[in-house]
Nanobody, 124 residues
Framework: VQLVESGGGLVQAGGSLRLSCAAS????????MGWYRQAPGKERELVAA???????YYEDSVEGRFTTSRDNPKNTLYLQMNSLKPEDTAMYYC???????????????????WGQGTQVTVSS
C-alpha cells in the first residue's frame, strides 16, 4: 500500500491550494480516507474525512473553506483548500482506513495507512 501526497507549497493568506493523494496497492474505492495535519509542536489533527460513498466530515475550523473529494477510477483523494489562513500552516497527511463502514472515519486510530506528508505554508 502506498499513499503519495502532492500539491503543497507556499501561499499567501486568502489564497488556495489543492492537495492530491494517489493511492496504490490494496487501497480502493471502498476504503474510507482522510486528511490530517500537524503543525510544529502540536498534535496531529483531523482536517477532513470521506467515506467510500462520498459522505464527508470536516473539522470546524476548515468547514466552508476546505473540500475533500475522491476520484475512484483514478484512486486519488483531493483536498481543495480556499481562503487559507496562517494557522493552516502544517504538514498535511493523507490516510486510508481498512475499516468497512459507510460513514466517514474520524478516529485517527482507525487509519491504517499514511502518506509521507506535504508541507503547506501560509504567509500573512
Amino acid at each position: 500500500v502506498q499513499l503519495v501526497e502532492s500539491g503543497g507549497g507556499l501561499v499567501q493568506a486568502g489564497g488556495s491550494l489543492r492537495l492530491s493523494c494517489a493511492a496504490s496497492g490494496s487501497i480502493s474505492s471502498i476504503n474510507p480516507m482522510g486528511w490530517y495535519r500537524q503543525a510544529p509542536g502540536k498534535e496531529r489533527e483531523l482536517v477532513a474525512a470521506i467515506s467510500a460513498g462520498g459522505s464527508t466530515y470536516y473539522e470546524d475550523s476548515v468547514e466552508g473553506r476546505f473540500t475533500t473529494s475522491r476520484d475512484n477510477p483514478k484512486n486519488t483523494l483531493y483536498l481543495q483548500m480556499n481562503s487559507l489562513k496562517p494557522e493552516d500552516t502544517a504538514m498535511y497527511y493523507c490516510a486510508a482506513s481498512s475499516r468497512y463502514t459507510i460513514v466517514p472515519v474520524s478516529n485517527m486510530e482507525e487509519y491504517n495507512y499514511w502518506g509521507q506528508g506535504t508541507q503547506v505554508t501560509v504567509s500573512s
